[in-house]
């Protein structure tokens, strides 16, 4: 069905990632419609291309466009300046008068993007934090998408990352490589609790976070737009039989709620795993005890858990935009296209 939530000035807003083309269309400062559509930009740009048709066609004509990137790091380009370069390219082509976003240098026009790539590249994260912080000034923005996580400290209304390209902020912890439905389950925890005994997990792509949260009922409709790890189904039944294989045993070989304690443990490991970086986070920028969690990205059901285990307020970041409830969630779990959008005068 198409959607171009109604007449006024547009502004569709883009974060070109690496498995996921995500859009927002803001008009007259109100999130209309927001959409995403997997993009597995490895396999190569024309995937792109096939996104942009999708989603165009969906959200319709714009009189502004702005993107964000995070998609320049898979091993389609020589490096992430290559990636930046063509990336703005197609963006340009795709959509007239792109501005593409800089992070802290601000919106810069396609044709100069090589000369900024350090500040574009993954600069998605900071496309959200800048909107937060003039929110809410003193904030933990926590961002855990398909396969990552973004764990951002906001003080006093502005951006207190300690880092800002990709390999700062993986050094600083900002910046966890673990999200709700792509991980690969054996990269979540060495060994689990199961039926008793802690059993090692395969090194083997036999199951994903999307098969653990799908059998916890954790993942909303939309949220895992991937292949599977064997190809087969995205039903509760398949899942739990990925699953088993992890541990090497067969699905009849526990009862229902024994897989879903199994499933619950990597669940419990991942969230621990985001626990530590959270806090040493908020060790290197302190915040007042009563600064909220504000939780986006299709995972917000681990970011409110985060939150509790913080003793913080949890806010959604879809309380904070200006969304009608139909688009909230979508709105929430595409964060940066939403903030782009509206940075740039949506």
């Given at each position: 069905m198409t959607s171009h939530g109604g007449a006024g000035k547009a502004t569709l807003g883009w974060d070109i990632?690496?498995?996921?083309?995500?859009?927002?269309?803001?008009?007259?400062?109100?999130?209309?419609?927001?959409?995403q559509e997997p993009c597995p930009l490895w396999q190569g740009l024309d995937k792109l291309d096939a996104a942009f048709d999708a989603l165009l066609a969906r959200l319709?004509?714009?009189?502004?466009?702005?993107?964000?990137?995070?998609?320049?790091?898979?091993?389609?380009?020589?490096n992430r300046a290559d990636g930046v370069a063509r990336l703005s390219t197609v963006a340009a082509r795709r959509c007239p008068g792109v501005r593409i976003y800089a992070g802290r240098d601000g919106f810069v026009d396609p044709a100069a993007a090589a000369g900024h790539a350090d500040a574009i590249a993954s600069a998605n994260w900071h496309a959200t934090a800048a909107f937060v912080?003039?929110?809410?000034?003193?904030?933990?923005?926590?961002?855990?998408?398909?396969?990552?996580t973004d764990i951002i400290p906001v003080r006093a209304g502005r951006v207190a990352a300690r880092g800002y390209t990709d390999a700062e902020r993986l050094a600083s912890g900002e910046l966890v490589y673990t999200g709700a439905t792509r991980t690969a389950l054996m990269a979540i925890a060495p060994a689990v609790p199961v039926?008793?005994?802690?059993?090692g997990v395969a090194a083997e792509y036999f199951a994903t976070m999307a098969d653990a949260n799908r059998i916890l009922g954790r993942l909303d409709v939309g949220a895992d737009q991937h292949p599977t790890a064997d190809g087969r189904g995205k039903s509760v039944a398949e899942s739990r039989l990925r699953l088993s294989r992890m541990v090497g045993r067969d699905v009849a070989d526990l009862d229902e709620a024994g897989w879903t304690r199994v499933a619950e443990a990597f669940a419990e490991a991942q969230v621990r795993r985001v626990h530590d970086a959270a806090a040493l986070?908020?060790?290197?920028?302190?915040?007042?005890?009563?600064?909220?969690v504000v939780g986006c990205g299709i995972g917000r059901f681990a970011v409110a858990e985060l939150a509790r285990r913080l003793g913080r307020p949890y806010v959604d970041l879809s309380a904070l935009l200006p969304v009608a409830p139909a688009e909230a969630a979508r709105a929430a779990s595409c964060a940066p296209a939403v903030a782009v959008a509206l940075l740039a005068g949506g």
């Open positions: 990632g690496g498995a996921h083309l995500k859009a927002a269309r803001v008009v007259d400062g109100r999130i209309a419609a927001v959409a319709g004509p714009a009189d502004r466009h702005a993107a964000t990137m995070t998609g320049e790091l898979v091993d389609l380009f020589e912080g003039a929110a809410v000034p003193d904030a933990l923005l926590v961002d855990m998408g398909s396969t990552t039926a008793g005994t802690l059993c986070a908020l060790s290197a920028s302190p915040l007042p005890a009563d600064a909220p």
